[in-house]
């Protein structure tokens, strides 16, 4: 293990764990997002947004992420548009973010019981209201489990977008040992790197998801 080697890379990796952590999180905002848009026009009960929608998840879901960042990146400026490999990147995880946290948050809420809208409606409200104060709050505890396995799942997808010049962390990786031949010392480095964003994300994603469960409970 050459000691030297590794101080002297950190400084690419400490760069390179900034921009994981960027896409990673904006990726997380806007498929939750997204999420959350699919389901609002899902609840209109309108066919041909209905059908929007599931043709996106299906789309979303069944393409891999590679697919669709070598579409964006290098299809798209056939038709003259083009994005920095860092847009393409965000988009991609989006898109892809989004069908999945559309599913979690579809099931949480499924699962609030129709007893609780009957209750809000009998009281007044309007729909806004009752997606805001009641299903909402309820799916949500109910989604957070697949919402934060999602979140974990799309930090690790960063990966990926390596491959349109993203300097990350895997990226920046193969790049060092192509040119040092330094193969341990940098897969080390790597796999550090990575725990340094997942084992904090996963603790604060644990810890969120027991506040909500007792929130639920009314502890």
């Known amino acids: 293990m050459d000691i030297n080697f590794i101080i002297e890379v950190l400084p690419l990796f ?15 905002f806007f498929s939750i997002i997204i999420g959350l848009i699919c389901n609002l026009l899902l609840a209109r009960e309108n066919i041909l947004l209905s059908s929007l ?22 299809g798209l400026p056939k038709f003259g548009i083009k994005l920095d490999e860092q847009v393409c990147a965000i988009i991609g995880l989006s898109f892809l973010g989004g069908s999945y946290m559309s599913e979690a948050l579809r099931a949480g809420i ?35 489990p697949l919402i934060a396995a999602n979140a974990i799942f799309l930090v690790k997808e960063t990966s990926v977008v390596g491959i349109i010049a993203v300097k990350e962390l895997m990226n920046l990786s193969k790049t060092l040992i192509g040119v040092y031949y330094k193969t341990y010392e940098t897969m080390f480095l790597l796999v550090v790197f990575y725990l340094i964003i997942l084992l904090p994300l996963s603790l604060i994603l644990s810890k969120i998801e027991r506040k909500m469960r007792y929130a639920e409970h009314g502890n």
């Open 53 to 74: 929608v599931n043709a996106y998840i299906e789309l979303s879901r069944n393409t891999p992420l590679l697919i669709q960042l070598f579409f964006l990146y290098y």
């Open 14 to 28: 400490q760069k390179a764990l900034f921009i994981t952590l960027k896409l990673g999180c904006i990726g997380i």
């Open 110 to 144: 499924e699962a609030v019981h129709k007893n609780q809208i009957e209750s809000g409606l009998s009281l007044g409200m309007n729909k806004i209201q009752l997606l805001r104060y009641v299903i909402l709050p309820q799916a949500i505890s109910v989604s957070i």
